[in-house]
């Protein structure tokens, strides 16, 4: 198997045990705050979702992000800020039904990206000194990125359903 499909793969099924996390969430439970510095589910939902479409349509493609182009006003999030803080996690608000349809074009573009690129892709270096990154290569964004940050981001939001009594994770 080719590393690129194996990523691909991989990737396929971490958007979609997100997307089963996410199913029954209501918009009480989205917005519901925790207790101490932990971020509201909606925050890490939309972080998780951002900081993809960002990695994948400007840092990897060049181009701009889809909140800040094809679904600029249409995302269903009060204020995309893919790099939380305290203040906007505990702030930002989403309408559920848009949000949903919004992280489906994401991972639909992310899927699109996957399906052109070439194992040799995967060693292309990128300079993301701006970001306070370093270098970095295409393979490592995809892998840490995005497909650890969706599994990290979906275990969180299995917790705060947890805490609010509700299954986190579908299985």
């Not at 209501?26 to 939309?46: D, I, M, S």
């Not at 992280?103 to 639909?108: R, T």
């Not at 650890?148 to 299985?171: A, C, F, W």
């Amino acid at each position: 198997m080719q590393a690129t499909t194996l990523l691909r793969e991989q990737i396929q099924q971490a958007h979609g045990f997100l997307g089963a996390t996410m199913e029954g969430v209501t918009e009480e439970q989205a917005h519901w705050t925790p207790l101490g510095t932990a971020n509201p589910l909606a925050a890490t939902y939309v972080h998780a979702i951002a900081s993809e479409d960002l990695a994948i349509n400007m840092v990897l493609k060049g181009g701009a992000p889809l909140y800040a182009s094809e679904w600029a006003n249409k995302t269903g999030i009060s204020d995309v800020q893919p790099l939380s803080s305290p203040e906007w996690a505990r702030s930002v608000r989403i309408d559920l039904p848009q949000t949903l349809s919004y992280a489906q074009a994401v991972h639909a573009a992310t899927d699109a990206y996957l399906a052109t690129l070439t194992d040799e892709d995967l060693d292309r270096d990128l300079d993301l000194t701006a970001f306070g990154l370093g270098h970095m290569t295409v393979g490592v964004i995809l892998n840490r990125m995005v497909l650890g940050h969706v599994d990290n981001m979906t275990g969180e939001i299995s917790v705060l359903k947890g805490l609010q009594g509700t299954k986190g994770y579908p299985i």
